[in-house]
Nanobody, 124 residues
Framework: QVQLVESGGGLVQAGGSLRLSCAAS????????MGWFRQALGKEREFVAA???????YYSDSVKGRFTISRDNAKNTVYLQMNNVKPEDTDVYYC??????????????????WGQGTQVTVSA
């Protein structure tokens, strides 16, 4: 079982920066693929970024060049550095974890473990 706790959300002005953190419990973090998703009320959960156990990274087109995902295995933590944020980045951001061979790392369906979410609000 993996437990995930996000932090770092809040209110930020457009063009500003924010760093989200996701702390994971358990001894399997270093073997886990980690993802960040976001979801607005009434909408589907949207892929933002992912990092494999070997630190290969993936990004959605909407955040590529602005957001950076990274991990610190010594701290069992994955980060999402959000730069040059836009009002359309406003959402609840969720951290997710999965392990082993997976299909599409950008699909929420391959992640069995989820955090509770953290709200990010970008003002114009």
């Amino acid at each position: 079982q993996v437990q995930l706790v996000e932090s770092g959300g809040g209110l930020v002005q457009a063009g500003g920066s924010l760093r989200l953190s996701c702390a994971a419990s358990g001894r399997t973090f270093s073997n886990s693929h980690m993802g960040w998703f976001r979801q607005a009320l009434g909408k589907e959960r949207e892929f933002v970024a992912a990092i494999t156990w070997s630190s290969t990274t993936y990004y959605s087109d909407s955040v590529k060049g602005r957001f950076t995902i990274s991990r610190d295995n010594a701290k069992n933590t994955v980060y999402l550095q959000m730069n040059n944020v836009k009002p359309e980045d406003t959402d609840v951001y969720y951290c997710a974890a999965t392990q082993g061979r997976i299909g599409n790392i950008d699909s929420h369906l391959v992640y069995p473990y989820w955090g509770q979410g953290t709200q990010v609000t970008v003002s114009a």
